[in-house]
């Protein structure tokens, strides 16, 4: 799990940023870049090793994505990890799909989702029926999807999932429990 720079500095610096002081953002740059990237490392650590796209261009798209966003209150770290987790999962989603439409039915992206996070044996996972499960579950429980989303993809504690979703800790837990049973059950049917 990566370990995020202090919460009141970010925070501060996201308000400003918020309010318009466009010259914090120079201040701000380098600590949540840092903190970007560490989590990229670790998800594309995850992937196949000739994958086409790096963490540093993952890092790069998501945070151009998440400062051209205004109108967004960033009210904490938290909410702007949580942000950049979605973002995240949607750029590596999109690369996927091109991939794939590339390729003609070819062979779609894999990762591998370790023990950690659906408790299963170390299994090559395509991305894409992974976003699909994510999506169905989000049918089924919204508030689940966006725990595995910001835990897996963002790298959120369950502290900072909490706080982004104004709901307990525990709250937070006992759904990540449940949202990992059923990914496991549905991720099993896959060949």
Do not use: C
Request: charged share 25%; glycine share 4%; proline share 3%.
């Amino acid at each position: 799990m990566a370990t995020l720079a202090p919460d009141n500095s970010i925070t501060a610096m996201l308000v400003q940023l918020s309010a318009g002081n466009r010259e914090v953002e120079a201040q701000l740059i380098p600590q949540v870049y840092s903190e970007l990237r560490r989590l990229a490392d670790r998800y594309m650590r995850q992937e196949r090793g000739n994958h086409t796209l790096q963490p540093t261009a993952l890092v790069n798209e998501a945070y151009a994505l998440l400062v051209q966003q205004p109108q967004v209150p960033w009210q904490s770290r938290a909410l702007f990890f949580a942000t950049a987790s979605r973002l995240m999962r949607n750029i590596l989603v999109d690369h996927a799909r091109k991939r794939y439409a590339a390729k003609r039915g070819g062979v779609q992206r894999q990762i591998t989702l370790s023990e950690a996070v659906l408790q299963a044996e170390n299994r090559t996972i395509d991305v894409l029926v992974l976003n699909e499960a994510l999506d169905r579950l989000a049918q089924l429980d919204l508030r689940q999807a966006r725990i595995v989303e910001h835990h897996f993809f963002g790298g959120l504690t369950f502290d900072e999932i909490a706080e982004v979703l104004s709901i307990s800790e525990r709250t937070v837990k006992r759904d990540w429990s449940m949202a990992r049973a059923w990914l496991k059950g549905e991720l099993s049917k896959q060949p």
